[in-house]
């Protein structure tokens, strides 16, 4: 049996691998304007091997596969999430096209429930495939692992909210109590800037999703939808469990394509923010940052509050997280502090929750050096 190869691929390598993605995403028209831009950007960043999409000749699963045959699982794996994710951004998704990526996938030994939503897609059975995501390995069930992390006595599911626990609201109130720096109190700046309500409280997201506002403070990512689809791609990557994938296709299906009406408790469909300019090499980027990071990370099981009295920049250092691409920042993406990095929605809602609770609000002004 020959070794497995363990090596980062090399160009001719990656030319394959991106054949074997074009072969299975590309429709009976060609490639989308969209999947001309991500397929390149998602393979320069995570190969650092440029590869020109229209110079790429098809090819089989069965020769794919075969090309493959020294690549374990969990690489083979990432292939297959790398073409999930080429599709996943083209609406309507040809049934063709959902019938390769379940060749591709199976010729790989590779089962993923995202393939499932993609086939659901493709036949128009959006809210079936809505159904799918709810029931999705990773975030179908609530262990007590979780609800330790999430400091709360139970969920109805995943994405519950948690609006009338003292317990919780206080703990996210002693954020407050920490110095400028430390990461809980960058995220309890983070919330007050946005006017948004801590778990607990009425009125509140859910402890799960707030999970992902630390990633927020901790990756240096903002809170547009675009800044979003960054942070989630990050998360999906910085898990060694191939099923956190399901969260960067949830925000794909709610911020680009709209199969999703809506998804993890709050967020509602708007469409179009993946073509954004510079987006594509955004995503892919995020996506690098991820990868890079020291170990795996369940970022929403993780218990933050252990980590919430340490400095931003020593969590940075200890999970090994490396600054974004000079591309990245040039096609704007930017921090919580940075300008852009919030809506004029938020900024709104910030000065209304401080009229209501009686205190003097402060205008939001772009820190660079918070990021």
């Not at 394959?16 to 999947?35: F, N, Y």
């Not at 995943?158 to 206080?170: E, R």
Request: charged share 20%; hydrophobic share 45%; net charge negative.
């Amino acid at each position: 049996m020959a070794e497995v190869l363990l090596t980062p691929p090399d160009a001719g390598e990656v030319r394959l691998l991106a054949r074997g993605v074009v072969s299975a995403a590309r429709g009976e028209g060609g490639l989308t304007a969209l999947q001309e831009l991500l397929i390149p950007a998602l393979f320069l960043s995570m190969t650092g091997h440029a590869v020109e999409v229209g110079e790429l000749e098809s090819i089989s699963a069965g020769e794919f596969a075969a090309g493959l045959a020294r690549r374990n699982r969990i690489f083979r794996e990432r292939i297959v999430q790398t073409m999930l994710l080429s599709a996943l951004v083209v609406r309507p998704l040809p049934a063709a096209v959902a019938g390769r990526l379940r060749e591709f996938a199976d010729a790989l030994g590779v089962d993923d429930d995202m393939i499932a939503v993609a086939e659901k897609y493709a036949e128009g059975a959006v809210d079936l495939a809505a159904v799918d995501f709810s029931r999705n390995g990773y975030l179908g069930g609530v262990d007590a692992g979780r609800l330790h992390a999430l400091h709360t006595e139970g969920l109805d599911s995943s994405w519950s909210a948690v609006t009338d626990d003292p317990g919780l609201a206080a703990r996210w109130a002693q954020l407050w109590e920490l110095p400028v720096g430390t990461l809980g109190r960058g995220v309890a700046d983070f919330y007050r800037d946005r006017g948004f309500v801590t778990p607990g409280l009425p009125g509140s997201a859910p402890p799960l999703l707030a999970q992902h506002d630390w990633v927020h403070v901790l990756a240096g990512y903002g809170t547009t939808l675009e800044n979003e689809i960054e942070v989630f791609a990050f998360m999906a990557r910085a898990n060694d469990d191939p099923r956190a994938f399901s969260l960067l296709a949830m925000v794909i299906s709610l911020f680009e394509t709209g199969y999703l009406r809506a998804g993890a408790g709050l967020f509602e469909a708007n469409e179009g923010h993946l073509r954004a300019s510079g987006m594509a090499g955004r995503l892919a980027d995020a996506m690098r940052r991820g990868a890079l990071t020291r170990g795996s990370h369940d970022f929403l099981d993780l218990d933050w509050f252990t980590l919430a009295d340490r400095p931003v920049a020593v969590v940075r250092s200890e999970i090994g997280l490396v600054p974004k691409s000079d591309s990245a920042i040039a096609a704007g993406s930017v921090g919580p502090w940075q300008a852009g990095g919030i809506t004029p929605f938020q900024l709104n809602s910030a000065q209304t929750a401080a009229t209501a609770a009686g205190r003097e609000y402060i205008a939001w002004q772009p820190d660079p050096a918070c990021d």
